[in-house]
Structures are given as C-alpha cells and as structure tokens.
C-alpha cells in the first residue's frame, strides 16, 4: 500500500495512493499450493498452485481459485436467496530464461463471476421537503404496498427485477528483463478485457418503479511501458520510463432503462396528468456509447546518497491524455399521445439526447522526498508530492438549456489537482519490533463528482467539479514479536476529510424537494471514518497430532472504523454507524507444510452496513447492503516445496 500521490511512478489517477500487487513468478524448483474450505451458507474455496521447472531455462505455474457460496439476502417474492458468490480464475505464466541477463515472463489470467447480487434492503426512511403527497408513506399507501421489512438486518427483499453482476475479465501481458551493465531494462506488455452484464432493480422494492437496469459493457485496453533502472554512480541510482496506454469502451449492444407501472406515482406528482393510465408504463431508453482514451507519459526518478544517512528522491512525470466519447440516448414506449403536455412529462423523465466530445490535455506531477537515518534504529522522512487524476467526460448524458439542447461545455471534467504533505519516522529498535508514525495533508483541487447546476432549462446531476477537498490526519502502525511463539500487530488512523469548497452539490435526501443545491463547504467527505483501528495477534505451540511434530496455533484479527457519511452530501440518514469486527482461527500446522483449521468471520455476528444508499426519485427511502453475518468454517491447506 503506498500512501499519498503517486504520480511520479505510477501515473495518472493515483491521487489517494496506490495499491501494489506482485505476483509469484513460476520457480525452477518444484513448489505446490492446495487449499480447500467449507463454511456457513454453504462456502466452498478451493485454491491451487503448482510451480516448477520445464528444461533448464523454462519455468511454468499455474494458479487456479474458485469460490462458491449461498446468499445472505432472501427474496419473499422469488423465493430464493440472493446476494451469492459463484467465481473462478485461472492464471498461466511462463518464464524463460536463454541467457543469464535475460528473463521472458508470459503470463494469462481470466476469471468468471456469476453472482446474483448485489441486492440492497430498505433501511429506514427519511422525511423530505416535499409535499406529503411525494413522499415515501402516502406513495406505497396509494399502490397498496408493504414491503417486507425495514429492519435491514432481517435481510429481506421483495425485489422484482432479477439482481446480477456477471463479469468476465483478464489478459496477457509479457514482462522482460534485460540486465544491461549495471542496470536493468524492462519491457511490459499488457492486453486486458472486461465484459460486463449487469441487472439490478434500481428502485429496491417489489413495485414495478424501475423494471429493467441494465449496462452491458465490453472494455479492452493496451498497455506498453518501458524503464530503466540503475545507478549513474556510486551515489546515484536512477528510474526512467516511457508508458503508453490505449482504452476502448462500448455499450454491448446498449444501456438499457425501462420504467414499469408504479413508475408514474413515484416520479410524477400525483396531478391529474400525472396520473393519466400508462403514461410511463414501459416507457424507456436505449444509451449507445462509445469511450476511446489514449494516454502516454515519460517519467524519472532519482535517488541521491548525499552521505550514508541522507537520501534525496526527486522525480518527475509527464503525461498526456486525449478522450474522445460518442453518446446517444434513444427513448421508446410509454403512453403514445400527440398531446404536449403528457409528453413534457414523459420528457421530464427520459429524454433523447445525443453528443460527440473529444479533449486533450498534458500535465506535469512530481515529487521530492528527503529521508535522513538518524541510527541505525530510526529513519525519518519528509516528503512533497503532487499528482492528479486526469481530464475525463461525462459519459451518461448532459444537463440542457431551456430549449432541451445539451450544454456541451458541461461534456468536460476539468482534472484533479492533489498536493500532499507528509512526514514520518519508521523505527526498528530491537529485532522483531517495529514502529512507524506518518503525518499527512493532501489538497484537492477540481475533485471530481456529482454536482448540480441549478441554472440551466433541465435540472439535472452530473459529473464535474467541486472547488477543493482537504484530507489530513496522522497514522500508526506497529509490530512486536516476543518470542518465536507469540506476535502481534497493530495501526491506528486518524483522519479529517472534507470538503474545503463545494457551493453547487446536490442535496442531501431530506433537502429533496428545496433548493436544488446546497453549499455543503464544510461538510465530511464520503466514505472517510475519522478512526481507524486494527489489532491482531498469533500464538502458537509445539505438538503432536497422529504422531506428527508441528504446532498448535490461535490467530485473533480485530478492526474497528468509526462513522462514514455514505452520500455525496452529507445526510444525518445516511450516517453509517461506527462498528468493529473480530475474526479468529485456530489449528494445527504439520512440519511438513499441511495444515488444519477453524475459522470465524465476524465472530461476535455485528451488525453493521457496508453502505447506505437512497432510492432514485428521492421518495426518502433509505436502502442498505448489511455486512456478512457471523460465518464459520474449516480450511485445510498443503504447502510444499518453499
């Protein structure tokens, strides 16, 4: 995990960090990995990898993962749960080797998901602005409704339209490295897919509101990097690299979104026209998109050895973006009728619209970091980073003038600007003991999210730009091992997001049906928890079982985060409460690399949302997906030749 802007090494859109993920490469000795679990709600996890040699200069491994599993959400109205896992992967890499300075990775993955998820349960609701008769209590009393529960955590749905998040995604990419001199020059080659056929019932409940919802997406990307690293001299070592990137996205054949016979009451006021049978009934639309992105880069970086203790990291990276994007909405159905005004209101809903944006932008982050080893023990560093996240286009529809043409200047989102501050001190003062601080401040400028612009003919959200955020705050984290028996971890966070300025945001669900925008400058960011805690440790103890050595061992992990606001503008009903976890297993490890043992998630069964969420039409219903229930389980594990 690398914290902060990482625009110098890892490009565009790396504002908040950056997650580094590296992948065991095949071996030229034998090495083999199974494991196999069982759990509540029917679990089943079976992992497998094999690695080794295939001549003397060619390697294989082969990875396999398949996950299976039982919904924690029941549908009254189908009978059937929901919310499942049904996922499987695959990944083959091949590494030769024709010389000693050179090595060819070939690596391929693809993994199937076909879950039936992810259902969202009412939660609550929230009184709004609007007049008694547009809101929650006197809609469902209207249509007869009663859902089947507000308690989230009974975990019930009567949701009508299917629920699923089908993916396919994976690739090749081809990784050499050539060692030149006293340095190393590598090539990636990558080519990625994803395919993407959701279905989710976007009103939540069983009335046919929002009957079909679906975006079918094909997406393929290329990428080609090129750098080198080495030293320039004895103090000097050096990071350079070109990068080039190439991304393709289309609707698959299109976004699809139909509104059913409930859909009039919710979304209409309940007028004379309003009412007028099958207005919206079936009424709907097709969006074809087309997304091309092109982006390349050079960048460097350079590490100074002023003296044994002082370092010196400058860096710099250049980058250029073009996006082009071709967007056309196509409505259909609904009451057919010559009269103007049912057709505003059909309009008001869905509406045809169609535009072509194209932009180009360059932009240049960097960073320096200064590190000074006070002993051997303490090391502190300073550093100053910027980065950004690139230029981008509103890809679902633009806000329009009083004519119901779209704002074409509205198609461009100007690009993040972070700056970020950080100081810290990671120390090691007896083997086996760690202890690091940071502090940090990062400001945003032109942060990228929904707004609203109150001063055009057709009110309508979008994706632009607010002022300025700030997130600042100060982190811990530690490790201690007392002796080859027993161990333990822990970190804490603080940390303090919010928005710096932000005069044109959508309103929170209760301020549905006032001003159309609010000033929320001042207010919490979404998502962000100001504590953070994570405590854990492992002990274990030498034994016997079928006459084989090894040992018994218990493992405790505990997290704690507290309260998060989960809407754009903060709403006092869509606060998720603070809650803490703790996940535990015990068992037997065998000196020969088998091992045994029970495990328990969420062991004390907390009750907690991952997320809340309002309904679309802002009738003050409150939806939530509730964290996994207690599960328990047992795993067994074979680990050889490592």
């Excluded at 890499?93 to 993994?111: F, I, R, Y």
């Amino acid at each position: 995990m690398l914290r902060g802007p990482q625009g110098t090494l890892f490009g565009k859109n790396t504002t908040a960090g950056a997650i580094n993920v590296t992948s065991r490469r095949p071996t030229f000795s034998p090495e083999s990995n199974v494991e196999i679990g069982y759990g509540s709600y029917d679990f089943v996890q079976a992992k497998a990898s094999l690695s080794g040699p295939l001549s003397d200069k060619v390697a294989g491994r082969v990875s396999f993962s398949g996950t299976g599993r039982d919904g924690f959400i029941f549908n009254t109205k189908t009978q059937a749960e929901t919310n499942t896992l049904n996922n499987v992967g695959f990944r083959g890499q091949l590494l030769v080797t024709p010389s000693k300075s050179v090595a060819v990775n070939v690596a391929v993955d693809h993994t199937r998901q076909r879950p039936e998820g992810y259902a969202q349960v009412i939660a609550g609701v929230a009184p709004t602005l609007r007049p008694a008769n547009r809101q929650w209590a006197q809609i469902i009393s209207d249509l007869n409704y009663t859902p089947p529960s507000y308690n989230a955590f009974d975990r019930l749905t009567d949701t009508d339209t299917s629920w699923q998040s089908n993916q396919d995604l994976g690739g090749t990419a081809v990784n050499v490295d050539w060692n030149v001199g006293r340095g190393r020059i590598t090539s990636t080659t990558a080519y990625r897919y994803w395919q993407w056929d959701p279905s989710h019932d976007r009103d939540f409940i069983g009335l046919p509101v929002t009957s079909i919802s679906a975006a079918p997406t094909k997406q393929n990307q290329w990428t080609q990097e090129v750098r080198y690293a080495g030293p320039l001299s004895p103090r000097v070592n050096l990071v350079t690299g070109i990068f080039a990137f190439h991304q393709a996205l289309d609707s698959n054949p299109s976004f699809k979104q139909e509104q059913g016979s409930a859909a009039a009451r919710f979304l209409l006021a309940p007028s004379a026209l309003a009412a007028t049978p099958g207005l919206l009934d079936g009424y709907g639309y097709n969006q074809f998109l087309s997304f091309r992105n092109t982006s390349a880069a050079a960048f460097g970086q350079i590490e100074w050895l002023v003296t044994d203790r002082l370092r010196i990291l400058p860096g710099l990276r250049f980058n250029y973006d073009q996006k082009s994007a071709d967007y056309d909405q196509q409505v259909y159905g609904g009451l057919q009728t010559t009269n103007p005004a049912l057709i505003a209101l059909k309009l008001s809903v869905l509406a045809p619209q169609a535009y072509t944006a194209d932009v180009d932008d360059t932009n240049t982050s960097g960073q320096l970091t200064i590190a000074y080893k006070i002993s051997d023990a303490v090391n502190t560093y300073g550093t100053y980073s910027t980065g950004f996240k690139s230029v981008g286009l509103n890809l679902n529809g633009l806000p329009t003038d009083a004519l119901g043409n779209p704002i074409l200047s509205t198609a461009v989102v100007k690009p993040e600007d972070a700056r970020h501050v950080e100081f810290g001190v990671k120390t090691e003062f007896r083997p086996g003991y760690t202890a690091n601080f940071t502090v940090f401040n990062t400001s945003i400028e032109d942060y990228q999210t929904q707004v609203v612009n109150a001063q055009v003919g057709v009110l309508r959200g979008y994706l632009a730009n607010a002022e300025k955020v700030r997130v600042r705050g100060a982190e811990f984290d530690g490790n201690a091992r007392i002796n080859r028996r027993l161990s333990f971890y822990g970190a804490a966070a603080y940390t303090d997001g919010f928005y710096v300025s932000f005069p044109d945001a959508p309103p929170p669900v209760e301020d549905t049906g006032g001003p159309q925008t609010k000033d929320i400058s001042g207010s919490v960011l979404p998502g962000i928890s100001k504590w953070a805690l994570t405590f854990g440790g492992e002990y274990n103890h030498p034994a016997s079982v079928f006459s084989q050595a090894g040992e018994l061992f218990s493992a405790v992990d505990t997290s704690y985060r507290s309260q998060f606001s989960s809407s754009p503008s903060a709403s006092r009903y869509m606060m998720v409460d603070g809650y803490g976890l703790i996940n535990l297993r015990a068992g037997f490890r065998w000196n020969d690399g088998w091992s045994v043992f029970l495990w328990s998630r969420n062991l004390l069964d907390k009750q907690y949302y991952e997320f809340l969420t309002a309904q679309p039409g802002n009738s003050g219903l409150i939806a939530a997906l509730p964290g996994d229930p207690r599960t328990v389980g047992v795993t067994l594990r074979m680990a050889l030749g490592q």
